[in-house]
Nanobody, 123 residues
Framework: QVHLVESGGGLVQAGGSLRLSCVVP????????MGWFRQAPGKEREFVSA????????SYAESVKGRSTISRDYAKNTVYLQMNRLKPEDTAVYYC????????????????WGQGTQVTVSS
């Protein structure tokens, strides 16, 4: 079992920025493809961004492309999601996921999940 720990959520005004963090414990975590997903009230969980184990491939949902950057710090076993120019429609619980064995944009392919961190963007 892999226990992921997210942090960095909060309340921010539209146009502001947040950086979400996800700590992946253990040396094996550095090999995992990591993803960020979000779920707004009454909606299904949706893909936000992902980065491969080597950090050479990244992917973004169209809704956040150009406003967000995913990165990873191997020394800290941490994956970051920097979100800029936030909009009220970005409001959701954001989840970190690890270990994709298939398409990196599919939630079903990730066996390990964090508990989620709330992001609220006020207008």
């Amino acid at each position: 079992q892999v226990h992921l720990v997210e942090s960095g959520g909060g309340l921010v005004q539209a146009g502001g920025s947040l950086r979400l963090s996800c700590v992946v414990p253990g040396r094996t975590g550095t090999r995992y493809t990591m993803g960020w997903f979000r779920q707004a009230p009454g909606k299904e969980r949706e893909f936000v961004s992902a980065i491969t184990g080597a950090g050479t491939v990244t992917s973004y949902a169209e809704s956040v492309k150009g406003r967000s950057t995913i990165s990873r710090d191997y020394a800290k076993n941490t994956v970051y999601l920097q979100m800029n120019r936030l909009k009220p429609e970005d409001t959701a619980v954001y989840y970190c996921a690890a270990g994709s064995t298939g398409g990196i944009t599919a939630a079903s392919g990730y066996p390990y999940w964090g508990q989620g961190t709330q992001v609220t963007v006020s207008s």
